[in-house]
């Protein structure tokens, strides 16, 4: 049997043979149906993998801070000033901490909510600087035309900086001439302005 002769056989037995016929449609409709339960599941995966990825987005923080002196859990940086952010003492586990918690040098951990949902806690190493006062003496004499820059602080080179108060914002210049009263002294270490210590001086004429 040719070619032609194979073709027009399956022609006939198609065309004269309904049964043959009901079990195709059958099998199309069955196909058809599991491919589009297919590309449904394949969709509906899609969806929920992208959703458990937007809900685990992590903070966007400095991954080490420094601060002078006492400070909170308030004062944690972080770079997006609207990003809903959770602190925690460890990696897992516990609850967030308040705000008004002083901290401490050690790694401190933060999650980020979105939706409602809290992201994986990624670490923060903070370090508190403590400056100690300059060592000073507390009574200084000078002659009239003596300056702030004459002023004598034990300090072993570290910046110091000189006030005509106990808490003016500006520092004086070293070339001000001194007058007879009371000046305030603080040291700088590792970025760190220390207390000031109050020095009276007396300058003869």
């Not at 027009?8 to 339960?37: A, D, E, G, Q």
């Not at 966007?60 to 006492?70: A, H, K, L, M, T």
């Not at 300090?155 to 914002?169: E, L, V």
Request: hydrophobic share 35%.
């Amino acid at each position: 049997m040719n070619y032609l002769q194979k073709q027009y056989s399956l022609h006939l037995i198609l065309r004269y043979h309904p049964y043959i016929m009901k079990k195709l449609n059958i099998l199309f409709f069955l196909f058809v149906v599991s491919f589009t339960n297919a590309q449904s599941i394949d969709s509906t995966a899609s969806e929920e993998n992208a959703k458990i990825k937007n809900t685990n987005v992590l903070p966007i923080v400095d991954p080490e801070q420094n601060f002078c002196g006492s400070t909170t859990v308030e004062n944690l940086h972080i770079n997006d000033v609207n990003a809903v952010i959770k602190w925690y003492s460890s990696e897992i586990g516990g609850t967030p901490l308040n705000s008004s918690l002083k901290l401490t040098s050690g790694t401190y951990y933060a999650s980020q909510i979105i939706d409602g949902n809290e992201s994986t806690r990624i670490p923060v190493m903070v370090t508190i600087n403590y400056t100690n006062v300059p060592n000073v003496r507390i009574k200084q004499k000078f002659r009239k035309s003596a300056t702030v820059g004459d002023l004598k602080v034990n300090n072993d080179g570290a910046p110091t900086n000189w006030y005509n108060s106990a808490i003016s914002a500006a520092p004086m210049s070293a070339s001000t001439p001194l007058t007879s009263g009371t000046y305030y002294v603080s040291q700088i270490l590792n970025g760190c302005e220390s207390d000031r210590v109050s020095v009276l001086v007396s300058v003869k004429p």
